[in-house]
């Protein structure tokens, strides 16, 4: 036989053999190429006292209770913080039809506030994608306090302040992530002529997985020097530092920390932490979130 | 010679263009863990699958991913501790008919698979009993089937969240290639 016809010979056993390669590679040939987004990049919507980049699933009700005990500088007669203890209830929502807003109130002790946000994911990191998840995060804080002076002319407006972060994480591996979020934050009312009604700050978090249901996590918000913000009680803002481990069961994600900020919304513990952890001022305190689920199946 | 050669060739072709193979791409694959604490499911809708009738081949491709469960959170435990999606992105499997006389099509056969499963990275050959139904351009296999989460290398919690085994259930209706 001639050369062409083994050549011939050849190509159909190599077509045959091809063929015989198999149902399953074919299949897997023809699987989409679907965006690998990174998932659980934090365990719960805080990270300690700040927002990080979670949210509840699609169409989910979280409920949120935050609490934080009184400093544990205050000696055997308060119980090292145990009578001063100051709260924060809260409910927060991711709209069924986008998992990308969710909005959130609550009511905290510290000030008779109210508090409302909204979040919105800008990005999601992805496997070939992009290498951070970025949200947008807005709240509005309302002070509920009587008026400091009824006497005078007194305005809704005066109770408001806000905070807009950008807030960048990524999920470097199953066990590092971290945040940044450079802030803003603004008081409609300031007590002093020199106070600053915005003023800059930079949010840090991260979270090292320590088990799959235990992480250990530390934040630091940063007061940007060089500004005047207005003091609290005649105390000057101090930069907030928490350091806390998450606990996760089946529905509950339970945070225990240890900080030197007492409020639990965002112009509060950024803009109004007064305590100075090198002399005691460190409260204990705890998040519980509960997810519920209205999702039809 | 040349009959070698129109024999080869009608080989070739006969082998190309007898296969009756049938494949989706929205394959159903569920899966139910009955716990002390509580039951938990989740479906897959976008399950590839591919049956090859003339060769008795049969494969599937599922994402890991794609299991939606009643709760975001439960989603995430499943990817994040059980399953591991980011290492063991896909399971698989690829096995053959098993049959006792030859099929006849159009025609519905209870029949029994046997072949390689992989998930979470292990692979494993099992043996399960299926239904096979061919008529005209349609082919539909159905499966139901338990397996142990330790012969997978899948750990359970310590307080036992999820079964020790899981039953899986498949429902694919395919379309002729």
């Not at chain 1, 001639?2 to 897997?28: H, N, R, Y």
């Not at chain 1, 802030?183 to 930079?202: E, G, I």
């Not at chain 2, 082998?15 to 049938?22: N, Y």
């Not at chain 2, 142990?148 to 999820?162: C, H, P, R, S, Y």
Request: glycine share 8%; aromatic share 10%; hydrophobic share 40%.
């Amino acid at each position: 036989m001639g050369t062409k016809t083994w050549l011939f010979i050849g190509l159909c056993l190599l077509f045959s053999s091809v063929q015989a390669q198999g149902l399953l590679d074919e299949l897997e040939s023809t699987a989409p190429k679907e965006k690998e987004y990174a998932f659980a990049t934090f365990k719960a919507p805080r990270i300690i006292q700040g927002h990080s980049i979670e949210t509840p699933g699609k169409g989910e009700l979280m409920f949120i209770i935050q609490h934080r005990f009184g400093r544990i500088n205050t000696g055997f007669y308060e119980l090292f913080g145990w009578d001063q203890a100051s709260i924060r209830i809260g409910l927060e929502y991711t709209l069924p039809f986008s998992e990308r807003f969710n909005v959130g109130f609550g009511r905290s002790s510290y000030g008779k506030t109210w508090d409302f946000f909204l979040k919105t994911k800008l990005l999601r990191q992805a496997k070939g994608g992009s290498p951070l998840s970025i949200s947008w995060l807005s709240t509005m804080a309302i002070n509920g306090l009587d008026w400091a002076n009824p006497n005078q002319q007194n305005y809704f407006t005066s109770r408001m302040a806000y905070s807009h972060q950008l807030l960048l994480a990524r999920k470097f591996n199953s066990w590092f992530s971290f945040q940044l979020s450079p802030t803003l934050v603004h008081k409609n009312l300031v007590p002093l002529s020199q106070d600053q009604n915005s003023f800059f700050a930079l949010g840090m978090g991260g979270r090292v997985k320590v088990s799959n249901r235990v992480s250990i996590n530390a934040e630091y918000t940063w007061l940007l020097p060089g500004q005047h913000i207005p003091n609290i009680n005649g105390l000057e803002p101090q930069n907030a530092i928490s350091l806390g481990v998450d606990i996760e069961t089946g529905g509950h994600v339970f945070q225990l920390h240890i900080t030197n900020t007492q409020a639990m919304f965002d112009v509060g513990s950024i803009a109004e932490t007064t305590g100075r952890p090198e002399l005691g001022d460190i409260h204990v305190g705890f998040n519980i979130t509960r997810t519920f689920s209205f999702k039809r199946r | 010679m040349k009959n070698l050669i129109a024999a080869l060739l009608t080989l070739t072709i006969v082998s190309t263009g007898m296969a009756q193979k049938f494949t989706t791409k929205t394959g159903h694959v569920s899966f139910f863990s009955d716990a002390a604490l509580e039951d938990i499911s989740a479906v897959n809708k976008q399950a590839l699958s591919a049956v090859d009738v003339s060769k008795g081949e049969v494969a599937f491709v599922v994402q890991i991913r794609g299991f939606e469960f009643e709760k975001a959170l439960m989603q995430e435990h499943f990817n994040e501790n059980y399953m591991h999606s980011d290492k063991f992105p896909r399971a698989t499997f690829n096995g053959s008919i098993q049959k006792a006389a030859p099929l006849t099509w159009p025609g519905s056969h209870q029949i029994e698979l046997l072949g390689k499963l992989e998930i979470h990275g292990v692979s494993k050959e099992i043996r399960v009993p299926a239904t096979l139904a061919v008529k005209g351009e349609e082919a539909q296999l159905n499966l139901k089937f338990s397996i142990k989460l330790a012969d997978f290398g899948i750990k359970n919690d310590k307080v036992k969240n999820i079964s020790e085994t899981i039953e899986i259930t498949v429902k694919t209706s395919m379309k002729k290639a």
